[in-house]
């Protein structure tokens, strides 16, 4: 992702009954989610969706959901969450130089580059 | 079948019987001649394999050791990196793009002799159980062209099933080696978490995906296996210590060993009669065998698939945040980069790459995260521990592996979670990061192929391995 861009962008609130604090596993779990969750979340993943597509999902996305609330009512009270299979530690390589990928071959592959590096449009605002 | 199964296709090469260039030249012509019925493969870059064969035949006429796979073709899911050749994910995203690398997989098949000679077609990003969700249209499944491979490597089970090479590679995150695998009838393996580098793998959820060979015979999967598995300095989730290796055991038969068919699995939702049918005579066979077979029970799993589908979206929707128009692949305009992100993800990315990304967005997103994702990550400790507890007793565990034969395509395209549901035996070996694999275990009433799924725990390969070989000569 690109630094910055999310500064500027108003902050939204994704509870529409105006809490910002996670309610109970079983009250979450069990809200339906709404055309307005939808556009919040397509922002949130930078998808520039289209009307019908929001539409769409709206009701999908309920449907996903409730499956998977499933897992909301089982007890698991003192079960700590597992993120990975195996405990996972910090893997360092030896400090030796070795090759790394061709630069121009990289950039040859981007859609857009200059002068030896990646070329987007603004970040912040006006044209640099 | 291009002359036969890897190991009789690398023994001939070996001896010199046949050139490597004559072997690539049948598989692309039976590629060129039948493909187009199948749609297993994207890309076939004919000239880069018969150059790589020519080396081979190089190295036998010095008379060097050209590798334990010299000369075999293989098919390589189009989510592995290869250098300099198109690498698509089945995406219009990264439509045309060429990786400046290649994965670790695929230099170590080419080390051993192998010849690429395809990328297969997928579900975009590997998201999927049908092939279908491929940007550039479907597999079908070579036993029933009205009818899906399965997915997410479905070019590669076809590619094996259709008898184009007798090798591919998958990547499976909840079944996307296994399930395909089985609707096809070819072997397909799921390796521990780990024990395949991932180096060059485009990740779709990183705490899940492994590599692993789609063959038609155990023992092919068995030495491609042998290959590819293996610590990797590019990979640091790579296990440090060397695998045992699998072709020496493979017929130390199962006498010793202890089986538990899983009653949740025969159960799940949706499993067909003769799929259920199956499993118990496989469990049969094993017994027959000399193994001693009973019931286990592990109940978490009724909610692995639950637990799968936030914890897989969630880590895709960050997985997938590279694609933003930048360093690769397509760019929409946009007066921004804000905006040249969002539209370019927003034209790039197909139906159920979306819908995953804003599931798993939405599952992380703040106060949801408990709720769906922390409640997720608990009950994937839950399956962690009563596959614990299951294998105190026993060496390997007994499911099907799909709950149904191939499905017709279109049939499920339209319903994500009737899609979903395929998946819900092979999911709890990926939540665990243990081994599976599928092994034909003949056909329903219809003809169609059923597989039957063997399950062992982490770096239970070896004892995987030697129950597949029974079941494989047990199979009707």
Redo the contacts between chains.
């Keep these: 992702?690109?630094g910055g861009?999310d500064s500027r962008?108003p902050k939204l609130e994704?509870?529409r009954d105006g809490?910002?604090?996670?309610?109970t596993?079983a009250v979450?779990?069990g809200k339906r989610?709404s055309r307005a969750?939808?556009e919040h979340?397509?922002a949130?993943?930078?998808?520039?969706?289209?009307d019908d597509?929001i539409e769409r999902?709206t009701g999908?996305?309920g449907?996903?959901?409730d499956?998977?609330?499933?897992?909301?009512a089982?007890p698991?009270d003192g079960?700590?969450?597992?993120?990975?299979?195996?405990p996972?530690r910090n893997?360092l390589?030896p400090d030796e130089l070795s090759s790394t990928?061709?630069r121009d071959?990289?950039l040859a592959?981007?859609?857009?580059a200059e002068e030896g590096r990646?070329r987007?449009?603004?970040?912040l605002?006006d044209e640099p | 079948m291009s002359g036969g199964t890897a190991l009789e296709l690398a023994a001939s090469v070996r001896r010199g019987d046949r050139s490597a260039g004559a072997v690539v030249d049948e598989a692309l012509e039976a590629i060129a001649a039948r493909d187009g019925e199948v749609g297993a493969f994207l890309t076939v870059p004919g000239d880069e394999a018969r150059q790589a064969a020519g080396r081979v035949d190089e190295l036998i006429a010095q008379g060097d050791d050209p590798g334990p796979l010299a000369g075999v073709p293989v098919a390589l899911k189009d989510n592995l990196c290869t250098r300099g050749i198109p690498t698509s994910c089945a995406s219009r995203i990264l439509h045309g793009?060429?990786?400046?690398?290649s994965a670790t997989v695929v230099e170590r098949l080419a080390a051993a002799g192998a010849i690429p000679v395809g990328k297969t077609n997928l579900d975009e990003f590997a998201m999927g159980s049908s092939t279908e969700n491929s940007a550039f249209g479907p597999t079908r499944n070579p036993r029933d062209t009205t009818r899906v491979p399965g997915g997410s490597s479905g070019g590669s089970a076809a590619a094996v099933a259709a008898g184009f090479v007798s090798v591919g590679l998958g990547s499976d995150t909840g079944g996307s080696i296994r399930q395909p695998a089985s609707l096809c009838g070819v072997v397909g393996v799921k390796p521990t978490?780990?024990a395949v580098s991932r180096f060059g793998l485009v990740a779709f959820a990183s705490?899940l995906d492994q590599i692993g060979p789609l063959t038609t015979t155990v023992a092919d999967a068995a030495l491609v296996l042998d290959v590819i598995a293996g610590p990797d300095?590019a990979d640091?989730?790579s296990?440090p210590d060397a695998p045992e290796p699998l072709v020496p055991v493979l017929d130390a038969g199962v006498a010793d060993l202890r089986v538990g068919v899983v009653d949740e699995l025969v159960a799940a939702e949706g499993v067909q009669p003769d799929v259920r049918d199956a499993v118990e005579a496989a469990a049969v066979a094993l017994e027959a065998a000399g193994a001693s077979v009973d019931r286990v029970s592990v109940p978490s799993v009724e909610?692995a698939l639950?637990?799968y589908?936030?914890i897989a979206p969630a880590e895709a929707?960050s997985n997938l945040?590279r694609f933003?128009?930048?360093?690769?692949?397509?760019?929409v305009?946009?007066?921004?980069?804000?905006?040249?992100?969002?539209?370019t993800?927003?034209a790039g990315?197909g139906t159920e790459v979306?819908?995953r990304?804003?599931?798993g967005?939405?599952?992380l997103?703040?106060?949801?995260?408990?709720?769906?994702y922390?409640?997720?990550?608990?009950?994937?400790?839950?399956v962690?521990r009563e596959f614990a507890d299951a294998y105190r007793d026993h060496d390997v565990l007994l499911g099907p592996t799909s709950p149904t034969t191939a499905f017709p395509i279109g049939d499920r395209i339209d319903d994500?979670?009737a899609m979903?549901l395929s998946d819900v035996c092979t999911v709890p070996s990926n939540?665990?990061?243990?081994a599976a694999m599928s092994v034909p275990f003949g056909a329903d009433a219809e003809g169609l192929p059923i597989g039957v799924q063997v399950l062992a725990p982490?770096r239970g390969e070896p004892v995987m391995f030697r129950a597949a070989a029974i079941v494989e000569d047990a199979a009707p």
Aim: net charge neutral.
């Design positions: 992702m690109i861009g962008r994704l509870f809490s910002d604090t996670p309610g596993i979450v779990a989610i969750d939808v979340v397509a949130l993943a930078r998808l520039a969706l289209a597509e999902l999908e996305l449907a996903i959901l499956h998977a609330a499933r897992v909301a089982l698991t079960v700590p969450p597992t993120a990975h299979p195996f996972l893997v390589r990928l061709e071959e990289v592959e981007a859609p857009a990646f987007v449009p603004p970040i605002g | 793009w060429r990786p400046p690398y978490y780990g705490s300095p640091s989730t296990l909610h639950s637990a589908y936030l929707s945040a933003d128009g930048v360093r690769y692949g397509l760019r305009d946009g007066t921004d980069a804000a905006e040249m992100n969002a539209r993800r927003d990315f979306k819908r990304i804003m599931l967005t939405y599952a997103s703040a106060g949801y995260y408990d709720a769906y922390g409640q997720a990550q608990r009950v994937r400790t839950l962690i994500p979670l979903y939540l665990s990061g243990h982490a």
